[in-house]
């Protein structure tokens, strides 16, 4: 149901960002598509997609003074649903996970040093979602960094990687938009694993970044590119349908 007056108008003019990506390797291998919807202010939803017909991911985070408060994960599902197996909260300076794996439930806590914060392999959504506002000041900025990592030890899935730093560059044009650049670094980036972040000039969401730190244990690096925007739960949905749409059951 609309609100009357200024509400409806704002629900049509405004129908919620769309930003796909690719993420990949610096050098563009294991490339995965990444699409990130923030249908209204404070929430976002995140699918991850390879070839069609295949498995994809399907993330939502809760935001609440530009970090999250909530996320869940899970797959994507025939028909643009989903379901979740896997639980973050974040409350009192601590991630508090779940997360239903083959050999059942497994749960981990870590502290969160550095406000606010941002979960590496959720590929800067959230900060996209909640961008901070000292780039409009050209102001360098910091954030606390955490990582889900499924490694050897399932039962040590989750990690603090410490502060990422982000220092102002200059002004740049990239894919086609005037962004700010700036250079991650930091404890979370120790090492020369960091590297350029590109933000959106206006709106400040991210159009890029080049890093030494993977986020996911099949890489080696981390690159993220925008390869576009467009708006609205219509062509969300149709998005997420289409990954689906006619492939054989199982």
Known sequence: MLLAGGCAHRQEADPG?????VRSNR??????????????PGYVEVTKMRERCTNAAFVTATLAGGEAVRLTGGRLRPGAAHEDFAELRFLDGRIEARLTA????LRQSVVVADRPWHLYDFDFASLSAAPPPAIKAHLD????LALIWLGED???FLRYLGRADARFVREERREGR????????GPAFEGGLGGPLWLDARDGFVVGAELGRPNHAEYRD???RL?????GARAWKQLLTAHFEGCRPG
Do not use: C, M, N, W
């Open 178 to 185: 005037r962004t700010f650049r700036y250079q991650l670094g």
């Open 222 to 224: 981390f690159k993220l």
């Open 27 to 40: 050098d563009g291998s294991e490339a995965e598509t990444i699409h990130v919807y923030r249908p209204r």
């Open 102 to 105: 083959p050999s059942g439930e």
């Open 227 to 231: 390869t576009g925007t467009s708006q």
């Open 154 to 156: 399932p039962a040590d």
């Open 141 to 144: 900025f910091s954030f606390g």
């Open 17 to 21: 960002p769309i930003y796909s990506y």
